[in-house]
């Protein structure tokens, strides 16, 4: 995963190609970009809980609900981090998890990213502080919806238009709980080879050259 090693606060990743959810079965490309899907999500997720923030303190803490195919529990606390930078240290910003349930919590609930384009599917609670019980963090009507299109790829990622919609239009996304997180070497790190298969290259490198 070259591309997540380059996730810089003030430098952008490669651009590639990503849909979450899947359109179809193939929609998604062997070659993701890591960096750009971080990237992405830390800026429309900043963008919306600095325009729409939670009702309640102003130094309210807000959780975030990212996509388990999209993210390991590492890159979870590090989007967690780059918001909390992007709000300028304003609020503070917690990935979901049992102890933190009852936060206000912003999903990300899509993510389609084109060669420099990319858009963001975000929801936000439209109930006050602790008025959400667990059953309501998956209920369409309780969340108003965002799409955050933004540009970059080359340059860093900027927000470049945000399309609001009533609550119910953007379904909401499954939780998931940074403690159900993968670890970062399960995901981030090329699999090993079959134990066979190393046995078979390492008997034949004597004979090599």
């Known amino acids: 995963m070259a591309c997540l090693a380059l996730w810089l606060p003030t430098t952008s ?13 193939g929609d998604r490309i062997p070659n993701r970009d890591e960096a750009a899907i971080g990237q992405t999500m830390t800026a429309a997720l900043a963008r919306v809980i600095q325009d729409y923030p939670p009702r309640g303190d102003s130094d ?18 590090r989007v967690a981090r780059e918001i909390e930078a992007e709000l300028g240290g304003t609020r503070m910003v917690s990935p979901l998890s049992e102890a933190g349930i009852n936060l206000p919590v912003y999903h990300v609930a899509g993510v389609r990213i084109r060669t ?21 963090l998956t209920n369409d009507e309780a969340y108003e919806g965002y799409t955050v299109r ?32 993968a670890p970062a070497q399960a995901a981030d790190e090329p699999a090993s080879e079959p134990a066979a298969e190393q046995t078979v290259e390492q008997a034949a490198e004597p004979g090599q050259g």
Request: glycine letters at 8%; a negative charge; aromatic letters at 8%.
């Open 150 to 181: 933004l540009s970059g790829g080359l340059r860093p990622w900027h927000v470049t238009w945000v399309e609001r919609f009533t609550p119910g239009i953007i379904s909401a996304p499954a939780i998931n709980p940074i403690d159900q997180a």
């Open 13 to 25: 990743g490669c651009a590639g190609f990503e849909t979450w959810p899947p359109i179809e079965p």
């Open 60 to 77: 309210q803490m807000v959780a975030i609900n990212l996509p388990a195919p999209l993210v390991t529990e590492a890159v979870y606390r």
């Open 116 to 136: 420099g384009k990319a858009e963001i599917d975000v929801l936000r609670p439209v109930f006050g502080v602790d008025e959400l019980d667990r059953a309501e």
